[in-house]
């Protein structure tokens, strides 16, 4: 394994969040990602590449996504008024979709013609297999075989995009081991894409897909002000790899005034195994190609880790996270299993909207903050997928009701 950052190579290599980032990988994929980041700079800077990218976004996923004001459910929690951003609107129904439009376009201009993805809860690897169908490449999306029991629904879906779905029995056969296998994968064969489905992985990935991801707070930001007239007091996303919380925290990083909360799975209790709460629970590491909080077990081996949501079950974090908690510029709270299924169900009751497991992580922490701020206060969650794929989980433990 070798190390670039700054201090290590004696020039500024992007990537690098305050300390964390870079690029921590066997020798065989330097040359690869390298490849990456250097097509990914050119288009970044190209605006054909640009306006290609935001037509997909308009035409295909249905961008810009609704911002929806609770009014029940703010009637119902008291405090601040709660205003979703519609992600779970978008074609895929999830923001994964996003990130995946470029990525492929990318890929696409490199010539690819195989993607391979890892995914949790199958909502990145239902936007991988559409991309891929979408743009004529083949694709192959890695999945611990407890995720495919979980995730059914969308393991079906991929196969009727054409995708193939790789399970993957290792450790606990959830998201981690699914990333394990994606990077064997793409360690064997650097002429296949390497579609990284959240804000984690080695440099250019983190940076790539914020960038993707970032039109879901500048989309929030200005419907916040056009109805409104004022930006919310607090911005509120679940974080598993991160994508989404950063993809709507960007858009509001300047503004000071804007409490930046991300919500962690505490899943059955903040004791070993039991959860996945990365930035409250780990310490800095490596995994994956990156430097960040990991949850570590006594031998140093990443931790095992749980939540309800197929999606959060990581035992690290995106490193603009790990940076922006050790900033103080954004907050980190968690809620458990039970607290979500009580989001999801309010939600579902007062709204008629249902929610994914991984979102109802939000909304349980929009209710805690929203409950102890002033009536004229707002506060923006973002919505990050909608619950079909989760009704099944749901049902068995009896926590539909009636
Ligand atoms: C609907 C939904 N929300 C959130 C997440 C968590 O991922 P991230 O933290 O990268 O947004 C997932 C992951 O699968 C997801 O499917």
């Given at each position: 394994m070798t190390e670039r950052s700054q201090n290590q190579a004696g020039f500024p290599v992007k990537g690098i969040y305050g300390g964390f980032g870079g690029t921590y990988v066997p020798k065989a994929l330097e040359p690869i990602l390298t490849e990456i980041a250097e097509e990914y700079e050119k288009c970044a800077a190209d605006e054909s590449f640009r306006e290609e990218y935001l037509s997909l976004l308009k035409?295909?996923?249905?961008?810009?996504s609704a911002l929806t004001e609770c009014k029940n459910l703010t009637g119902t929690v008291g405090g601040a008024r709660i205003f979703l951003?519609?992600?779970?609107?978008?074609h895929t129904g999830a923001h994964k979709i996003n990130n995946c439009i470029g990525q492929a376009l990318l890929a696409k201009r490199m010539g690819k013609k195989k993607i391979i993805a890892e995914t949790g809860a199958g909502m990145h690897g239902v936007a991988s297999a559409t991309v891929a169908a979408l743009m004529g490449m083949e694709c192959d999306v890695y999945m611990g075989e407890v995720d495919i029991q979980r995730q059914a629904p969308n393991v079906l879906r991929m196969k009727a995009l054409g995708a193939k779905v790789v399970p993957v029995s290792d450790g606990q056969g959830t998201l981690k081991e699914a990333v394990d296998a994606a990077l064997a994968a793409f360690c064997n064969d650097t002429s296949i894409f390497y579609l990284i489905g959240?804000?984690?992985?080695?440099?250019p990935y983190p940076t790539m897909v914020q960038n993707f991801q970032k039109i879901i707070g500048e989309e929030a930001r200005a419907q916040m002000l056009e109805r409104t007239g004022s930006l919310p007091d607090a911005v509120i996303a679940c974080v598993g790899g991160g994508s989404n919380a950063i993809g709507a925290f960007t858009a509001f990083?300047?503004?000071?005034?804007v409490r930046l909360i991300g919500v962690e799975p505490s899943g059955r209790g903040l004791?070993?195994?039991?959860?996945?709460a990365s930035l409250t629970k780990g310490s800095p590491g490596v995994l994956h190609g990156f430097k960040s909080y990991v949850l570590t077990d006594d031998k140093g081996e990443a931790a095992e880790v749980y939540s309800i949501a197929a999606g959060l079950d990581y035992p690290s974090v995106g490193p603009a996270h790990a940076a922006l908690k050790e900033s103080g510029r954004a907050e980190y709270i968690c809620a458990s299993d039970k607290e979500a299924l009580h989001a999801f169900r309010l939600l579902c009751r007062t709204e008629g909207i249902i929610p994914a497991l991984e979102s109802s992580h939000a909304l349980a922490g929009a209710i805690k903050v929203a409950a102890e701020m002033e009536k004229d206060k707002k506060v923006l969650v973002n919505?990050?997928?909608?619950g079909d794929k989760d009704m099944e989980t749901i049902s068995s433990i009896g926590a539909i009701g009636a």
């Open positions: 035409d295909y996923v249905g961008r810009p951003k519609r992600e779970d609107l978008n959240s804000a984690v992985g080695p440099h990083i300047e503004d000071k005034d004791t070993y195994g039991d959860h996945a919505l990050s997928g909608r």
